[in-house]
């Protein structure tokens, strides 16, 4: 309700300072034709910038450490001898009715004296201090109101100086792009090197065996966190993946855009893309309930044992998925090729296949290479197909047909619903992460780095 | 000499006819193969479309009715005997009547409500039909005594009357009623027991039980006891509250960033440094954003767990670089010749983007937001390191209450040990889901074209 009021004020001062600031600069016109180097908004918007700034700086210190006044306030209403006898949590419980009280609402049962007198006080400071606050960023923004505004004249570079707001601000946002990465960064490095005081960095990198043990076991024994089992599932699923993506999405990508007539092409590359679009959980739930129980059967018709939850299920969805960002990838980078290197393979006779294979492909293999290594870095952080279908069985194992677990699958269930970090068991996660977030960003890099140079090469 | 080169001439050339007729068959072979294989990689994909998306359907689409039982529940004072409501009085606090209020709902809350539903499915029942009270129970969902005590609770001079209801029939008696149970299946292996499925027969025979379009999955919130009564209800608040977060938080950042860094930014290490960035931040795995959502979030600004505050925030982080790569795209595509006028007519570069480059774009940045909320809309493994996989009975009201989402929703049903009856509700979500992805893009589509057309 407050800040509502407060935003209210704020907004209706805004207005007023932004009209101040346009009347005046308006009034500065007069017919005899003196020039006013900037129209009427950019000074009003100069007048509301100048207002806004000292109000919401006020406004944005009584919500830092409002609450935190009114406590000691609250506190310093209770007698001392009352005080002397509340622990920690008595002391909250009598805070908190005492601001049942002040706020009208009311407590059960029996109100002490004290706590009627401290509520009524209470009331009377929370009214106060609400005064106070919006008095003084209403005082201070019309004083800066009023500076503003006695700042304008004909020759005031008010366009100028809100350009160069505008400017800062729009600076300040592309900073958050920058800060999330500063943070990812952060927050792996702080965690995992936590994690690394109790886990010897050489166990966690070349351990062969996975198995942590939850803290609520009570023995002092943390388990093993062997990660070479997770990043063996883990390329297991990807390379899959990527056998089944990689033929049909180039495929497909070479017959959308060297052999379909053009009324096919519109239909079809929208069709593929839908698969794009689908959020990874449904694939998951896909690769579980059916094709699981599918390859399974299949398996076992020609005497193959295929676990229904394994990489292969697994590998074979995330392939499906996939299979779009190749495709289209791969388009984009064939189109790029010059139109007088296929022109000048048909002028010496070739086929379309001949020219596709030996010319086209050769010349375009720079960007494929690169739209592959993008695809395998998506497959090796994709988290929920492998969460559902490769069946969390974090042992190192050469068959793709029996469960593995992945690097996501162990942040996933060494995280959920845990957040004090205190142990290993939670922290292992951010190493964890940490790998992951390396290992996809070598493989951007140099994906990005070998795209461009490509781009460049035929530009 | 030529009398005897000629014909061997003519057989060389023959010779060398069939060889080029030879490879060029060949050739041509290759040709076709490599077609056909092209042919077959596009029936591959659109034919896991087409799998995909059937296979979803068939599950899904019974899911969408459920069964219902119409019965008649008398409250009997002899069950429900409990004092009247408490009445406020003058001069009584808030604090004091609500204490009082809740106390009778606890009263009324200890009563064997089991007893009202019993009774009104034994009225249903033919006269003389043998079952004890456990099994017959069984018939209605779990949550039946719920809903009776809600409608006394909000109503008291329901006391002793005899009102018609709508009650759902229990998951199992769903199955059974839609056929996914075999009825073969001896009395050891049946979730139900033999009198109770008679009984829903009997029903189902004398209209006590019909199916109806099962409103529950979208008014409901979710449910463990009562499976047939889980909805979406929360998870669909809990997805609006981080949309409108995304929609509010990454919009302007992102549009605000890409003009920065397509027009303003000078030509530096620095910025190089930003655009390669923010391409690699576009390609990092979600999952990293859930880390530092758990570490940033909720370890450090203590934002409360499960809250779509915070699952908003880690959804804004990574669906930004994804609107600023979009816009960035737009903005290079205006062409140069609107800049130069705007800016030959002494409009300031500020004014430049602002008036003239920006207006252009704005169909593109909107696609492109509508394709980062769509991602966002979809996205579970971030929100699951953040505790939105917490379970929630109950609708969010505020973005700092507890709170799932769709997706995560999903992941939670496909867990149920229900395998039988949540299988189909998962797949009904999915549809859901899907139905809001759909919705989305074509409302991309639909507002693209039109602004095209205008502009």
Known sequence: MNSLIIAGLLVLLLGLAYQTGWSKSRSLVTPDGIKVHSRPQYHGALVAIWTLVPALLIVGLWANFGDSATRAFTVSQIPPDVIMGLDEIALNATIQRIGALASGYGVVGEVQPFEQAAGAALRQFQFLSFLLVVAAAAGTGILALLYARSRITARLRARNAVERVMNLALLACSGVAILTTVGIVASLLTEALRFFTFINPLDFFFGTVWAPKFSSTGTGDAGQYGILPLLSGTLMVAAIAMAVAVPVGLMTAIYLSQYAPRSVRAVVKPIIEILAGIPTIVYGFFALVTVGPFLNKAGAMIGLDISATSALTAGVVMGIMIIPFISSLSDDILNQVPLALRDGAYGLGATQSETIRNVLLPAALPGIVGAFLLAVSRAIGETMIVVLAAGNSPVLRGSPFEPVSTITVSIVNQLTGDTDFAGPQSLVGFALGLTLFVMTLLLNIVALYIVRRFREQYE | ?455
């Open chain 2, 1 to 455: 000499m030529t009398n005897i080169s000629t014909p061997t001439g003519r057989q060389a050339s023959i010779e060398r006819t069939r060889r080029v007729r030879d490879g060029l068959r060949r050739r041509h072979l290759h040709e076709a193969l490599f077609k056909g294989f092209g042919l077959a990689a596009i029936i591959a994909a659109l034919g896991f479309v087409a799998i995909l998306f059937t296979d979803v359907l068939i599950k899904g689409i019974p899911a969408f009715t459920q069964a219902n039982l119409h019965l008649e529940a008398t409250f009997d004072p002899a069950i429900i005997d409990v004092g009247p409501a408490p009445v406020r009085t003058a001069g009584q606090s808030d604090a004091d009547f609500r204490a009082a209020s809740l106390g009778w709902q606890r009263d009324v809350a200890l009563l064997n409500w089991n007893k009202v539903v019993e009774a009104s499915l034994r009225a249903a029942a033919p006269a003389g039909f043998e079952i004890d009270s456990r099994q017959i129970l069984t018939v209605a969902e779990t949550n039946a005594r719920h809903v009776l005590r809600e409608m006394f609770v909000n109503d008291p001079s329901l006391l002793g009357q005899t009102i018609k209801v709508d009650l759902l029939a229990s998951a199992n008696a769903d199955n059974w009623v839609k056929g996914n149970i075999d009825r073969e299946l001896g009395d050891a292996q049946q979730q139900l027991s033999a009198p109770a499925r008679a009984l829903i027969d009997i029903f189902e025979e004398n209209g006590t039980i019909s199916m109806g379009f099962a409103w529950s999955i979208f008014t409901n919130v979710d449910s463990r006891a009562a499976p047939a009564s889980a909805g979406l209800a929360g998870a669909f608040m809990g997805s609006l509250f981080m949309m409108v977060i995304v929609i509010l938080l990454a919009v302007p950042i992102g549009v605000a960033s890409a003009i920065y860094l397509e027009e303003f930014a000078p030509k530096s290490r620095l910025t190089d440094l930003i655009e390669v960035n923010i391409n690699n931040l576009a390609a990092v795995p979600s999952i990293v954003f859930g880390l530092l959502g758990a570490a940033v979030f909720i370890n450090y600004f203590k934002l409360p767990l499960s809250a779509p505050l915070a699952g908003g925030l880690v959804l804004t982080l990574m669906t930004l670089p994804t609107i600023i790569i979009a816009t960035r795209g737009a903005l290079q595509g205006v062409s140069p010749a609107l800049r130069q006028a705007a800016l030959g007519m002494g409009a300031s570069k500020t004014q430049m983007v602002f008036h003239h480059v920006l207006p252009v774009t704005f169909p593109s940045i909107l696609t492109a937001t509508i394709i980062g909320v769509a991602q966002a809309l979809g996205e579970t493994a971030p929100l699951l390191l953040i505790g939105m996989n917490a379970f929630v009975a109950s609708i969010p009201a505020t973005p700092l209450d507890q709170a799932t989402a769709l997706p995560v929703q999903i992941y939670l049903w496909q867990a149920n040990e229900n395998r039988n009856f949540f299988e189909a509700r998962t797949s009904a979500a999915i549809l859901v889901l899907l139905g809001f992805m759909i919705l989305l893009n074509a409302i991309a589509i639909l507002l693209r074209t039109r602004l095209e057309r205008r502009a």
